[in-house]
T-cell receptor, first 112, second 111 residues
């Protein structure tokens, strides 16, 4: 049961480097999203997508890009990593009916 | 004021105790309400949706008070395995999987 798969699970970056967090789901869900979780802050929405080719910004989009070329994949790109982007990143997906959002296991990112 | 606020705790309770968490929200346009459970270094998992009439799932009861703009979660007969962080989450309209989360309440159940 793959569900939502995120890679890598752990990553250390230097300030200014770029990288992509991968997210794939095998449930044919239309909606996908990226959240970051910081201590004491809960989860905050970065970007979301309602289907292939359609993306939009969430609450904290600055410094991140996304694309949705297929239903399955929703990568998150950090353009020029900053220490403020040190966080745990969760990818999530949801079908257009029902309330359950399925989260990936998270990606722990440290920017030094 | 934060859109969603929770008492971060921690709540330390003995096994068998009843514990309740509240979550207040400021946006009256919120239409869907949820409680998530998150174990240490794991992803959040849906515990239950919250309906206006209140709903129960075993030892867990969720309530929504739209007039006062809060939701609550009651856990009866606490188990050691209930130790986790409990996150409330709100959605507006169709949501598209877009939720606004509270910061979470830490619960520790001890023997």
């Amino acid at each position: 049961n793959a569900g939502v798969t995120q890679t890598p699970k752990f990553q250390v970056l230097k300030t200014g480097q770029s990288m992509t967090l991968q997210c794939a789901q095998d449930m044919n869900h239309e909606y996908m999203s990226w959240y970051r979780q910081d201590p004491g802050m809960g989860l905050r929405l970065i970007h979301y997508s309602v289907g292939a080719g359609i993306t939009d910004q969430g609450e904290v989009p600055n410094g991140y890009n996304v694309s949705r070329s297929t239903t399955e994949d929703f990568p998150l790109r950090l353009l020029s990593a900053a220490p403020s982007q040190t966080s745990v990143y969760f990818c999530a997906s949801k079908t257009d009916s029902g309330n359950t959002i399925y989260f990936g296991e998270g990606s722990w990112l440290t920017v030094v | 004021r934060k859109e969603v606020e929770q008492d971060p705790g921690p709540f330390n309770v003995p096994e068998g105790a009843t514990v309740a968490f509240n979550c207040t929200y400021s946006n009256s346009a919120s239409q869907s309400f949820f409680w998530y459970r998150q174990d240490c270094r794991k992803e959040p998992k849906l515990l239950m949706s919250v309906y206006s009439s209140g709903n129960e799932d075993g030892r867990f009861t969720a309530q929504l008070n739209r007039a006062s703009q809060y939701i609550s979660l009651l856990i009866r007969d606490s188990k050691l395995s209930d130790s986790a962080t409990y996150l409330c989450a709100l959605g507006r309209g169709t949501s598209y999987g877009k939720l606004t989360f509270g910061q979470g309440t830490i619960l520790t159940v001890h023997p």
